[in-house]
């Protein structure tokens, strides 16, 4: 786990473009998830429309969705792409918990989109999160977000409860703010 100052992700960036990932089960959010890991899964109900599935979309795989729940961040492609390589400051002010993540997968079908990145060196977490939005055959778009993580250090270790909850809440901000914004989308 590292400490930074949010200005300067873009130079901390250039330091996670070729690391590798953090654990052996790449692409495990897309099936079963592995066991030795804490599983969080979540899906909340947007809206109904192909509006809200585009807006959603749109949101999630931009980048925008981390950014509107607080996150500051750089990545190496302007979306959620296979490969793109992301780095992630969570904190108060102008210092915080560095996250650096790769897209390990993606997907764009015609009523299912997102993606799914996984952890890299210096990440608190170790393990994979995905975010799809999805319609189903009754119109209605669901927002699921599916991960796999343990704590990575001895820090995050001591954190236990309050690790998991900073990870609920993250997941929970991540809900609202994608609710949010798709709720406009309906009207």
């Known amino acids: 786990m ?9 130079r901390e960036l250039a330091r996670y473009r070729e690391a590798e990932l953090t654990y052996p089960e790449r692409g495990a959010t897309a099936g079963s998830l592995p066991a030795g890991y804490r599983h969080l899964r979540c899906r909340r109900l947007l809206g109904h429309g192909r509006p809200v599935l585009d807006a959603a979309a749109a ?5 925008r969705m981390h950014r ?38 993606a997907l764009d079908e ?12 210096d990440h608190p977490e170790v393990g994979e999160e995905a975010f799809v939005v999805e319609r189903d055959a009754g119109n209605a778009v669901w927002l699921g977000i599916t991960a796999f993580s343990r704590p990575d250090g001895l ?13 609920d809440m993250m997941t929970s901000r991540y809900a609202r703010v994608v609710r949010d914004a798709t709720g406009l989308a309906e009207r």
């Open 110 to 121: 015609d009523d299912r989109r997102g993606f799914a990145y996984g952890t890299l060196p």
């Open 68 to 105: 509107h729940a607080g996150l500051r961040l750089a990545a190496t492609a302007s979306g959620a792409d296979v490969g793109a390589t992301v780095v992630m400051c969570a904190g108060w002010g102008r210092v915080g918990v560095l996250a650096a993540c790769r897209v390990v997968w």
């Open 59 to 63: 949101l999630i795989m931009s980048w």
């Open 155 to 167: 820090l995050p270790l001591l954190a236990g409860p309050a690790g998991r909850r900073a990870q």
């Open 2 to 10: 590292r400490l930074i100052v949010a200005g300067r992700l873009e």
